[in-house]
């Protein structure tokens, strides 16, 4: 009897541990389940900022290389520069080329092509076109003024200017935007040639020099002026020839421009009157 109540109580007791046991694994499965479904949340949350940091990680990168955009933009000017400048205005090859066309009979943007009208002289159309007859005529290879109805002429019609260097002794003669020749000359003693922007008023063939207390004539050994003037709305100053070819490319004038007679002559059948110059220091 004592032996039956032994193995119940014994029974009793194991099936009470195995029970206690198997709570005690549930508790924890549902404490592991509990601390999973608290972290999931997290993952998920962080993987959420992750992705929202990729993103204006992402907006922030694109935004750099949109500002990176103008640096490259100026690495190209840069890399240009080189050639700009030997296409620069003043490359003698390209002057070489522009002056060559502007005698030639080939029809440019500078030019148009005319067809003579009744009535019509080089006088009247260089005129209207602001050119020089004799331009005309070297252009077209005219040997005299005479020209007759349905002639077809090549006529120059882009503005010439001229603009002088006193610190380089040097003329440029510009067709347009574009410069076509580029001469040595002297300018004033001193620095005395005024500096600004005028116009040629007048032009003269084998002028005679008005000196103070002297007239002296065309051919003088003393005649300063060489065989053409232009002068400027600035009275007593002007564009001429010379007697003293050595004295090109220094200051050596009375506050004019001299160049070399030949030079002069072919400067002086080209531009016409109201010609814009512009002398600076």
Known sequence: ?????FLSVLMTALFF??????????MAEDATDKTLATLEPEK??????????DKD??????????????????????????EAEASSPLNAAEMQLR???LFSKEITPDS???TVKPGDSLYVLARKNHTTVDFIKKINGLKSDNIYPKMKLKIHTAPFSIQIDKSKNVLVLYSGDEVV???SVATGKKNCTPVGEFKITDKLVHPTWFKTGAIL???????ALGTRWMGFDKPSYGIHGTIEPKSIGTQASEGCIRMLNEEVEEIYSIVPTGTKVTIQD
């Open 1 to 5: 009897m004592k032996k039956n109540i």
């Open 17 to 26: 541990t195995i029970a206690a046991g198997f709570a005690a694994g549930t």
């Open 44 to 53: 998920s949350s962080t993987v959420s900022e992750a992705k929202k940091a």
């Open 57 to 82: 990680t992402f907006k922030e990168e694109d935004f750099f290389v949109d500002e990176a955009k103008p640096a490259t933009v100026k690495a190209e000017v840069v890399e240009t520069r080189p």
């Open 99 to 101: 002056w060559k066309a």
């Open 112 to 114: 148009i092509l005319y």
């Open 181 to 183: 020749k580029k001469y």
């Open 217 to 223: 004539p065309p051919g003088s050994p003393e005649n």
